[in-house]
């Protein structure tokens, strides 16, 4: 009834080509983002906005770095945490270095040491495929964990181990470091994911989008239309660890505060690839419902007991969590292997056609 | 030019002059690499049968030994916990096979990959959730494992052999000789080889899928049984082992997704280079290479032979 788009005409190629052709979806996305920009920041508590929102996004931005890998290149890397870690100490690096710079920037900036890195590590994919790329990626996370550990110079010396987070000021806000507000965070945060959105979205709905697709699909074919692997293999490396550098330089300035490198291991990997699957492979809109999903879903668990009156041991519900994060994977990849992404279309198709099944 | 001296003589110098200590840290290579061997050899196993890339083996091969130890310590006598214990890991297979191959038949391998992570996820909550999150050690001298050690004189030093690594390696033996004995003369083992062939041909001559897939996974819980309770005796049983269980992964790219002799090699492969390069050229670099090593060694081999060294090559059409 509401979601259709009857009467509403195409006069030109560009309305055609727009990435919301319907009225009613270009009024939602305004509507998300007033409610993230404006509503969450007027009425979100301290806890909501720390603990729910500047993870998920910066999850879901590391979604979308893997899900270029992933799901529209159709390379599967295990290395997504890694990368994390490289943005995040390259950025502390950066910030020790030009303090007086602005901290968002080299934010930014520490996205391309993460790019240099996963190009490298990415070149193996020129003859590698499937689940031998995998180990390769794995080569690279457990490679770069040890040079986080080994290599001291990366985090100055310290004896911890630990990058610690200084505090730093943009426009005499502060923005980094323990007396940051939530809220400053938060909308640095979202600021910088939605616009990286809207740059990966424009990145794959363009020609290069198309190439990794096509390389995704079938890369010889790809190969003998003119698509050269080389660059699109490798571009499709170092957008996705840009995507995941930023993420994790975020990741520690933002949210953390300090990290170690645990903040980087495999499991962190696995997090962000259960996000990609979960939500959708090859959807963006998949990575941010991933992401939210795999997120939020341990915290509404770990309330669910207390919330009941039950007096469960934090362990227990630990080890319940991953059963019931373990069930669901295959539970939703047996029910809809595309993901929450494909649910959500289908959705939508209903809706639009409602009230006929048709 | 001390660098390079430290790189390319230096280790050699140490080698020859200190052959028993070059012997004990070939052995240590020997037996990782054994026990690497087997992991992979579940991997294989069920590849071979399904496709599918089994992620959840190594969790299973802790999930296998925790069951073991936590039945134990809940009073079964140790023999019994064992024959238990198999049971499990009949019960998990068969239920894999039932709630989670069957729905997924035809989808392509990647989403079979996932739902392996997501089994491997799940068998950590529930292994954890049933017998408890703390390390536990393994009742190696209950099941009648030897514990001791035997020290060898050798080239004027000693060599010490742990008689639980002897066991490991002779046990590691005799699995992959039944192993192989079964595949290549049982009925079973034929059919399990038509359908690692070709699935719908099986299908077509009378052979059930479900069954050889049952039959796999179980074979591959008995191997990460095995693999649980030699791994478990070196160190102690904790999901921790996951990351050791990851490093069959270079092993299989090493070998070859395919080959059972392959796995095997690839493990040997990769205990020896592994423990060498830490002993000898590890310090230059600070210590602890042996989290990675295997994986760069697995990469550079790839990029010379991408189907790993046993691996059918693969051909690719349009």
């Known amino acids: 009834?509401?979601?259709?788009?009857?009467?509403?005409?195409?006069?030109?190629?560009?309305?055609?080509?727009?990435?919301?052709?319907?009225?009613?979806d270009r009024i939602a996305i305004i509507f998300y983002l007033f409610v993230a920009f404006i509503v969450i920041p007027a009425f979100g508590s301290d806890f909501f906005i720390n603990s729910m929102m500047i993870p998920f996004l910066i999850f879901a931005l590391a979604a979308i770095g893997l899900n270029i890998l992933t799901g529209f290149t159709g390379q599967i890397s295990l290395g997504t945490g890694a990368f994390m870690g490289v943005g995040a100490y390259s950025c502390y690096k950066l910030v020790t270095i030009f303090p007086d710079t602005n901290v968002i920037f080299l934010i930014v900036i520490s996205?391309?040491?993460?790019?240099?890195?996963?190009?490298?590590?990415?070149?193996?994919?020129?003859?590698?495929?499937?689940?031998?790329?995998?180990?390769?990626?794995?080569?690279?996370?457990?490679?770069?964990?040890?040079?986080?550990?080994?290599?001291?110079?990366?985090?100055?010396?310290?004896?911890?181990?630990?990058i610690e987070v200084p505090r730093?000021?943009?426009?005499?806000?502060?923005?980094?470091?323990?007396?940051?507000?939530?809220?400053?965070?938060?909308?640095?945060?979202?600021?910088?994911?939605?616009?990286?959105?809207?740059?990966?979205s424009n990145l794959i709905h363009g020609r290069i989008g198309r190439s990794w697709m096509m390389i995704r699909d079938m890369d010889i074919a790809a190969e003998l239309m003119g698509v050269r692997p080389l660059y699109a293999k490798l571009s499709a490396f170092a957008v996705s660890s840009f995507y995941a550098g930023v993420a994790g330089a975020m990741m520690v300035f933002m949210w953390l505060g300090a990290a170690e490198v645990e903040s980087f291991d495999v499991n962190h990997s696995f997090l962000i690839l259960f996000m990609v699957i979960i939500g959708g492979l090859g959807s963006i809109k998949g990575s941010f419902l991933g992401a939210a999903f795999i997120w939020m879903l341990p915290v509404v668990l770990r309330a669910f007991p207390k919330a009941l009156g039950l007096d469960v041991p934090v362990a227990t519900v630990e080890h319940v969590n991953?059963?019931?994060?373990?069930?669901?994977?295959?539970?939703?990849?047996?029910?809809?292997?595309?993901?929450?992404?494909r649910i959500w279309a289908l959705l939508k198709q209903k809706l639009r056609v409602w009230p006929f099944p048709y | 030019m001390d660098l390079l001296y430290d790189i390319f003589a230096d280790p050699f110098v140490q080698m020859a002059g200190m052959p028993d200590f070059f012997v004990q840290v070939l052995w240590e290579g020997f037996v990782t690499?054994?026990?690497?061997?087997?992991?992979?050899?579940?991997?294989?196993?069920?590849?071979?049968?399904?496709?599918?890339?089994?992620?959840?083996?190594?969790?299973?091969?802790?999930?296998?030994?925790?069951?073991?130890?936590?039945?134990?310590?809940?009073?079964?006598?140790?023999?019994?916990?064992?024959?238990?214990?198999?049971?499990?890991m009949g019960t998990l297979a068969v239920s894999v096979e039932r709630l989670v191959l069957r729905h997924l038949v035809n989808q392509p391998d990647i989403i079979l990959f996932m739902a392996t992570i997501g089994l491997s996820y799940f068998l950590i909550g529930f292994g954890e959730f049933i017998f408890g999150g703390e390390t536990k050690s393994m009742i190696t001298s209950e099941l009648g494992l030897p514990t001791g050690s035997s020290v060898v004189d050798f080239a004027g030093g000693i060599v010490i052999f742990q008689h639980i690594d002897i066991a490991a390696v002779v046990i590691a033996g005799i699995l992959v000789t039944s192993l192989a004995l079964f595949f290549s003369k049982s009925r079973i083992g034929r059919a399990l080889r038509a359908v690692a062939d070709d699935h719908q041909a099986a299908l077509s001559v009378g052979i059930s899928l479900n069954q050889i897939w049952v039959i796999v996974w179980f074979a591959a819980g008995i191997?990460?049984?095995?693999?649980?309770?030699?791994?478990?005796?070196?160190?102690?049983?904790?999901?921790?082992?996951?990351?050791?269980?990851?490093?069959?992964?270079?092993?299989?790219?090493?070998?070859?997704?395919?080959?059972?002799?392959?796995?095997?090699?690839?493990?040997?492969?990769?205990?020896?280079?592994?423990?060498?390069?830490?002993?000898?050229?590890?310090g230059l670099l600070g210590g602890g290479v042996e989290g990675w090593f295997a994986y760069v060694i697995a990469l550079i081999f790839l990029l010379f032979r991408p189907q790993g060294l046993f691996g059918e090559k693969i051909i690719e059409r349009i």
């Open chain 2, 223 to 282: 191997v990460a049984l095995a693999t649980g309770i030699m791994w478990g005796a070196r160190s102690d049983v904790s999901f921790a082992l996951q990351i050791v269980a990851l490093k069959a992964l270079p092993v299989l790219i090493l070998g070859g997704f395919t080959s059972v002799p392959g796995a095997i090699v690839g493990g040997l492969i990769i205990g020896f280079g592994e423990k060498i390069f830490e002993v000898y050229w590890g």
């Open chain 1, 111 to 162: 996205g391309f040491f993460s790019a240099a890195i996963g190009m490298v590590f990415g070149l193996p994919s020129l003859r590698i495929k499937g689940f031998y790329l995998v180990v390769t990626t794995l080569a690279a996370q457990f490679f770069l964990e040890w040079c986080f550990i080994r290599i001291e110079w990366l985090y100055n010396y310290n004896t911890s181990g630990a």
């Open chain 2, 33 to 88: 690499g054994t026990l690497y061997a087997l992991i992979a050899l579940g991997f294989v196993l069920i590849f071979k049968a399904s496709g599918v890339f089994n992620f959840a083996q190594g969790i299973m091969v802790v999930f296998a030994a925790l069951t073991l130890v936590g039945l134990y310590q809940a009073g079964v006598p140790a023999l019994l916990a064992l024959v238990l214990s198999l049971g499990v």
């Open chain 1, 168 to 200: 730093r000021e943009v426009f005499n806000v502060i923005v980094t470091g323990p007396e940051a507000a939530a809220v400053t965070q938060y909308l640095v945060v979202l600021s910088i994911v939605v616009a990286m959105t809207w740059i990966a």
């Open chain 1, 322 to 341: 991953f059963m019931i994060i373990g069930g669901l994977i295959i539970f939703f990849l047996i029910i809809e292997p595309n993901g929450l992404a």
């Open chain 1, 1 to 24: 009834m509401i979601y259709r788009e009857t009467g509403q005409f195409k006069t030109n190629y560009k309305a055609d080509n727009s990435i919301f052709p319907i009225l009613q």
